[in-house]
């Protein structure tokens, strides 16, 4: 059965990132093995310091992807402006008023612009956030756990 789940993921996981996939919620939470078998090796790893030590995270990254890692687990995800991906069905280079057309009202906006979402709320709250660029379009997207 475990051969069989992994074979699976083999095939069809790397789709759920790349594509607008009801199913996104998924990666976070995922384990090491899980995402080895999804994504393959990082092309990189790296720290990412936080202004508190429980803040800093390994990430890995490949291909405009970034897994920001916490006791095993994934807890966020980042797509930037070379990955083309979709978290949460918004893309990367969509406006500002698709991405509320598609989402509602944002929680809250930072000084900054950037705009932030509840996508789900299931035994954690799961969170997009947008950040736009000066011309009010995408150029990354965070999906990531609220409670951490």
Not at 93 to 118: H, P
Request: proline share 3%; net charge negative.
């Amino acid at each position: 059965m475990k051969l069989k789940r992994a074979a699976l993921l083999c095939l069809f996981g790397a789709s759920f990132l790349y594509a607008d996939n009801p199913d996104y919620a998924a990666w976070i939470g995922m384990d090491p093995a899980g995402s080895h078998a999804v994504f393959g090796p990082p092309s990189h790893i790296y720290v990412h310091r936080g202004e508190r030590a429980e803040e800093d995270n390994v990430v890995f990254y490949r291909d405009g992807i970034y897994l920001f890692w916490f006791e095993n687990r994934i807890w966020q995800i980042r797509a930037d402006r070379n990955s083309g991906a979709a978290l949460a069905g918004i893309g990367i280079g969509d406006t500002r008023d698709r991405v509320i057309a598609m989402l509602g009202e944002a929680l809250y906006t930072e000084a900054d612009g950037s705009l932030y979402f509840e996508i789900s709320r299931r035994s954690y709250p799961l969170r997009l956030r947008v950040v736009l660029d000066s011309g009010d379009t995408v150029e990354d997207l965070y999906l990531y756990r609220g409670d951490y």
